[in-house]
């Protein structure tokens, strides 16, 4: 599965063409080239330290 390098999220769509097309990530705004093609544990992974970022930079 294809998912977002900074919020581990499967909601990815392809935003502009050409030989470097750039996705975009409906969960936390990434836009880029890069994704991670990861399993659901390397997702789950990715997903953790987000939401972990989110609550340590609240304080």
Do not use: D, W
Request: net charge negative; proline share 2%.
């Amino acid at each position: 599965m294809q998912v977002c390098p900074v919020c581990g999220s499967m909601e990815l769509y392809y935003e502009a063409g050409g030989v470097e097309g750039l996705y975009h990530c409906k969960n936390c705004g990434y836009i880029g080239s890069f994704i991670v093609e990861a399993n659901e544990e390397m997702a789950r992974l990715i997903r953790e330290e987000y939401e972990n970022k989110g609550r340590n930079t609240a304080l």
